[in-house]
């Protein structure tokens, strides 16, 4: 199986919260990170959590990491339009370890009026 | 604009043509790579840079040879490419190997690469 999982769409209206979800294997991971692509363009770091923490706000976007069962969660309120894109789940173990990321599929994320 | 500017943004090429794909960053980065992104798959990481030195060559095939001059620019050289080749081809830079923090990874745009 993948070392990092997310389901490949999400369909939302304007105006309600999206959850994109992702799960990873790597016990070991230290980092993980939230990338947005928009059509066209490359991976633009949205943010990102430390694996001591179990929550992250920034304005809209709400990270969740549940350690224990490997889960990380990305919550964007009020979605609108403009946030439209792939959003990609990214890990990346312990110093010592591997220092590549791992990415995951991404997840369309389409939002709809 | 990103910081990382990739050239050309599209590329069409035949099967026995040869090609240079061209990624600059001047944000006093150290580490560069190419990364592979095909339709429905992960982003498959294919050569890391150090310092201008090579420090992963994730199985590619031969027929990708990459160049990096110095930390600033990273060639991703192209001959006798098959139709499955075709993809968008990314280059991303970090401050260095551990790409950790709020620093994490810079990508381009991207070469969108047509193998005819």
């Known amino acids: 199986g993948e070392d990092v999982e997310q389901s490949l769409f999400l369909s939302v209206r304007e105006g309600d919260s999206s959850v994109i979800n992702c799960t990873y294997t790597?016990?070991?991971?230290?980092?993980l990170y939230w990338y947005k692509q928009e059509p066209g363009a490359g991976l633009q770091l949205l943010t990102y959590?430390?694996?001591?923490?179990d929550m992250k706000q920034d304005q809209r976007l709400t990270v969740l990491l549940n350690k224990k069962d490997k889960h990380l969660s990305l919550r964007i309120a009020d979605t609108q339009t403009g946030d439209s894109a792939i959003y990609f789940c990214?890990?990346?173990?312990?110093?010592?370890?591997?220092?590549?990321?791992?990415f995951g599929r991404g997840t369309s994320l389409i939002v709809h009026p | 604009e990103t910081g990382v500017t990739q050239t050309p943004r599209h590329l069409v090429m035949g099967m026995t043509n040869k090609k240079s794909l061209k990624c600059e960053q001047h944000?006093?980065?150290?580490?560069m790579y190419w990364y592979k992104q095909s339709a429905k798959k992960p982003l498959e990481l294919m050569f890391v840079?150090?310092?201008?030195?090579?420090?992963e060559n994730n199985s590619v095939p031969s027929r990708f040879s990459p160049e990096c001059p110095n930390s600033s620019h990273l060639f991703l050289h192209l001959h006798t490419l098959q139709p499955e080749d075709s993809a968008l081809y990314l280059c991303?830079?970090?401050?260095?190997?551990?790409?950790?923090?709020?620093?994490?990874?810079?990508f381009g745009s991207g070469t969108r690469l047509t193998v005819v």
């Open positions: 840079y150090s310092l201008e030195e090579r420090v």
């Open positions: 990214a890990e990346k173990g312990a110093p010592g370890g591997s220092y590549i990321p791992t």
């Open positions: 944000l006093g980065h150290n580490a």
């Open positions: 790597d016990s070991s991971s230290t980092y």
């Open positions: 959590i430390f694996s001591n923490m």
């Open positions: 991303a830079s970090s401050q260095d190997l551990l790409g950790q923090g709020n620093y994490g990874y810079t």
